[in-house]
Each structure stands twice: as structure tokens, then as C-alpha cells.
């Protein structure tokens, strides 16, 4: 298991402007965002994954996820997102305190957006490449 060098940067929040909140969890912007308003939401208590946490700790993250896409949607009108977590060091992830990210998407923030989260193995990640060869039309597009 791997060990954490530094103090949690999100206990406690101290030194975090929170955009939303609720008991359990809050959410704020990521200091190195994705794209414009990708926003983490974690536990208060330090939970080392999300598979660490209560079931009343999953629903406040997601009541989060709910309330941080609502105002990311008015504020600024994202085409579409990905929305997760990742859980132990061999999944990347890099603080040991859960946290899920809300991204929001842009046409055109990517040349190709198809695969999503799948690009985390890279070679994975567009599996309909291979479908091209089959379909009709050959471009790989369903």
C-alpha cells in the first residue's frame, strides 16, 4: 500500500474555497483542471477510496455530483461529461483521499472524444477503431 509523504491536501479543507457542500462531502475546482470548472468532491473523513466509504458518504458524493453539474450547466453550458474516480495507486490514483472528479466536456476539447475514460490504457481506448474494418462505411463511427 502506498504511503502518502505529504499531510492530505484536502484535510483539513482549510485552504479550500468550497463551490458546493453538504455533511459529509464537499466539492471545489481542481488545481490542475482538465478543462474550465473541473470540480472534486471528496469526504470530509479521510477515506482512502471510494470503496472505503459509508453508503451515506457515496450519497453525499453523489448528491455533489448532482448539485456541481447543475451549476456547471448554468455557469457554463458544457456539451457533455465524464464523471469518476479512481481508486488505489494502480488506477492512478495519486492522493490517498477519495475524491470523484466532475469534468465538464467541450466539442471540440478533444480531436476524438470516443473511448472517454478508456484512455487510461491507451490502446484500449478506441475499440471501435478495429469495428472500421467491418462497417460499411469503414470510418469506425456507430
Do not use: W
Not at 474555497?17 to 472534486?40: K, Y
Amino acid at each position: 500500500m502506498p504511503t502518502q509523504a505529504a499531510p492530505c491536501p484536502f484535510c483539513p479543507p482549510a485552504e479550500i474555497t468550497t463551490v458546493a457542500e453538504n455533511d459529509l462531502a464537499f466539492a471545489f475546482r481542481d488545481r490542475f483542471p482538465v478543462s474550465p470548472g473541473h470540480t472534486l468532491i471528496v469526504t470530509r473523513r479521510h477515506v482512502p477510496d471510494f470503496f472505503g466509504c459509508s453508503a451515506e458518504e457515496r450519497i453525499a458524493l453523489l448528491d455533489l455530483v448532482d448539485r456541481v453539474k447543475a451549476d456547471l450547466d448554468r455557469e457554463l453550458h458544457p456539451h457533455a461529461y465524464n464523471v469518476g474516480f479512481n481508486a488505489g495507486e494502480a488506477a492512478g490514483q495519486t492522493v490517498m483521499h477519495v475524491h470523484v472528479h466532475v469534468i465538464p466536456r467541450f466539442h471540440g476539447d478533444v480531436e476524438d472524444p470516443r473511448g472517454g475514460v478508456r484512455y487510461v490504457v491507451p490502446d484500449k481506448a478506441n475499440y471501435l477503431r478495429e469495428r472500421a474494418e467491418i462497417l460499411p462505411d469503414g470510418d469506425g463511427r456507430v
